[in-house]
């Protein structure tokens, strides 16, 4: 240890020191049973003073040392880890799921070496600027290219190759994390981890001029998906894949893949429901006219918690054509699930690849689609064909009559096209006001 004008208490485990450059006392403490040393500034410029605050703080920690108490300054990774420890089991699964890749990809490379009296209201805002232009950094650029260089292994079968990140996040993937934030730090705060809690407010995303529209397939599309898909699980997986030919287990996936798409679009659930979903948890009902329909009762460690869901006819075939197929079709068995009765985390990959092929993989305005795609399809599509109540709509799919309004407003003008076009047509006309 460098430094001026150096003192010792306590057999060397106090020691008090100036820097270079500083006039404020800086202090050492060796506190038995602590790895390491403990460094801080005294904020003393009087030596005497400078002792004392020494001499009290080593006090200090000694007694929280030898209590189980917290003794060193602590970091955002180690509240992190605490947090984490104290939440893994209470949270669902998904949740942990999403904080821990939010937290490894974006909080921890830049909140985590910091103390947490360095976590300000200032550096929340700095934050913010580096996430918004990270995947179009050196860094984010880099990662993208490594990322998609690396091969899948034994132990890693369904690496992350980043082909669908956001190189501008949404405004919506900002304020969960800004929600995520607040979660972590004001436990901390509750616990004395931290003296105070900083401003976090993401900011707000200048949006595109225009209607809110998210991707989906419109009514042609989609019968030249689903069209597609009927001939896609016929065929043989295509040859030349590392001099592997076509087998069963490919043709097994095909036709659960089938099933799973057209499953999607005829409920509107989200990939994360879908994933859940029990045997047990799908009831045939039957109407008072005596025709069938499906029921889903849809899971409580989802995002918006338990609900029952009515699917569109013709659902029931597609579940009916995956229990011929399942090994496991016991009511606690999960409907979308492997060989091994593991659940499928992720039908992307596959959905790319045929979205690709079948030339349907963007949507008129060049945005990506996606699983979820499906869930927009079917919300598009009921409220454009079948007439569907916006209110009653919104809690059949699990969210609010906003939401519904907010992103397929832009419907109900195709709906009243013919009043629009023909009757303005007729008025203007009657009056001579075409020239």
Request: glycine share 6%; net charge positive.
């Amino acid at each position: 240890m460098s430094g001026q004008d150096r003192h010792e208490l306590r057999d060397g485990r106090v020691v008090v020191y100036l820097r270079d450059a500083s006039p404020y006392y800086q202090m050492r403490l060796k506190i038995h049973g602590v790895t390491g040393y403990i460094t801080r500034s005294t904020k003393c410029r009087s030596l005497s003073e400078a002792l004392v605050v020494a001499s009290e703080t080593y006090d200090d920690l000694r007694y929280k040392a030898q209590h189980g108490l917290d003794v060193k300054p602590h970091t955002f990774e180690s509240v992190w880890k605490r947090w984490y420890e104290a939440h893994r089991n209470v949270l669902s699964i998904h949740r942990i799921r999403y904080l821990e890749g939010t937290s490894e990809r974006y909080f921890l490379p830049f909140f985590g070496s910091l103390k947490t009296d360095q976590i300000t209201s200032e550096k929340v805002q700095s934050y913010w600027t580096w996430r918004i232009n990270y995947w179009t950094s050196e860094e984010g650029v880099r990662k993208i290219e490594t990322a998609q260089k690396s091969r899948t292994t034994a132990k890693r079968p369904y690496k992350q190759k980043l082909g669908n990140v956001a190189k501008v996040p949404a405004q919506k993937t900002l304020q969960m994390e800004q929600t995520a934030l607040k979660q972590i730090l004001r436990w901390a705060n509750g616990l004395g981890m931290i003296s105070r809690i900083p401003e976090i407010r993401a900011p707000k995303i200048s949006a595109k001029k225009g209607i809110s529209r998210r991707p989906a397939f419109e009514l042609a599309e989609w019968q030249t998906l689903y069209r597609f898909l009927r001939e896609w699980v016929k065929q043989p997986a295509k040859e030349g894949m590392k001099g592997r030919g076509p087998n069963s287990h490919h043709l097994w996936h095909r036709e659960l893949f089938r099933s799973y798409v057209l499953f999607m679009g005829t409920t509107g659930l989200r990939p994360n429901e879908a994933r859940q979903l029990r045997w047990r948890d799908a009831v045939p009902m039957n109407h008072s006219d005596g025709s069938e329909y499906l029921l889903l009762h849809i899971s409580p460690n989802t995002k918006t918690g338990a609900r029952e869901c009515v699917a569109l006819k013709g659902t029931i075939l597609y579940l009916e054509r995956i229990r011929k197929i399942s090994l496991h079709t016991k009511p606690d068995d999960l409907i979308f699930c492997d060989k091994n009765g593991e659940a499928i985390e992720n039908f992307g990959k596959t959905f790319k690849a045929v979205l690709k092929e079948a030339n349907l993989l963007e949507d008129r305005y060049g945005n990506v689609r996606t699983i979820y795609s499906l869930r927009h399809t079917y919300a598009t599509l009921r409220i454009l064909k079948g007439g569907a109540n916006i209110e009653d709509l919104a809690q059949n799919m699990g969210t609010s009559p906003t939401q519904i309004y907010q992103h397929y407003r832009h419907i109900t003008v195709r709906q009243k096209a013919n009043e629009l076009s023909g009757k303005l047509h007729r008025e203007m006309s009657t009056k001579g006001l075409y020239f």
